[in-house]
């Protein structure tokens, strides 16, 4: 049994990924997730090509901190694009947002609903009632907006 093991070691290697896979199942830190895949490319390399026992450790050694290396660098990249929504951050989801006034800002602040809330407006001077306006920044509880042009 132990000689047909070391003679085609890449079940030894297939049972090393499922098992480092399972336990990162259970857990949600991500550091055994690069692991088992590196032990997963392993079993591959070794059952296409037969490597000695010091070289499936350098393969496996390689292919974790690569991995694990190409993920973070895909995680800082992936982050500078994201365009989602913030979480727990509605209010940043209104700025470039185009808004009717339902009644005229007096003194440049007034209200406007949104959904289903009431919203405080700011604005540079006063705006009649149904003039497009374009959110341009936050300000705490209140929405600072200009006119639209068109």
């Given amino acids: 049994m132990m000689q047909e093991l070391f003679a085609n070691p890449w079940p030894l290697w ?3 990924a499922g098992i480092l896979l399972a336990a990162e199942m259970l857990g949600t830190s991500g550091y055994l997730l690069w692991s088992g895949v590196a032990a997963l490319l392993v ?4 059952w296409l090509v037969p490597l000695p026992w010091e ?3 350098v393969s496996f050694a390689l292919l ?6 190409w993920w973070t660098r895909w995680l800082k990249y992936r982050g500078s694009n994201d365009t989602t929504p913030r979480v727990n951050q509605r209010s940043q989801e209104m700025v470039g947002k185009v808004l009717v006034l339902d009644s005229a800002l007096v ?3 007034g209200h406007v609903r949104i959904a289903d809330g ?3 407006v700011q604005a540079d001077d006063d705006l009649p009632a149904g003039t497009r306006v374009t959110v341009i920044a936050i300000e ?3 929405l600072r907006v200009v006119p ?3």
Avoid: C
């Fill in 140 to 142: 705490g509880i209140t």
């Fill in 55 to 57: 070289w499936q450790g």
């Fill in 118 to 120: 009431n919203w405080r």
């Fill in 107 to 109: 003194n440049g602040i």
């Fill in 14 to 16: 297939l049972a090393l």
């Fill in 64 to 69: 974790t901190v690569l991995a694990a290396l």
């Fill in 43 to 46: 079993a591959l390399l070794v």
């Fill in 148 to 150: 639209r042009l068109y």
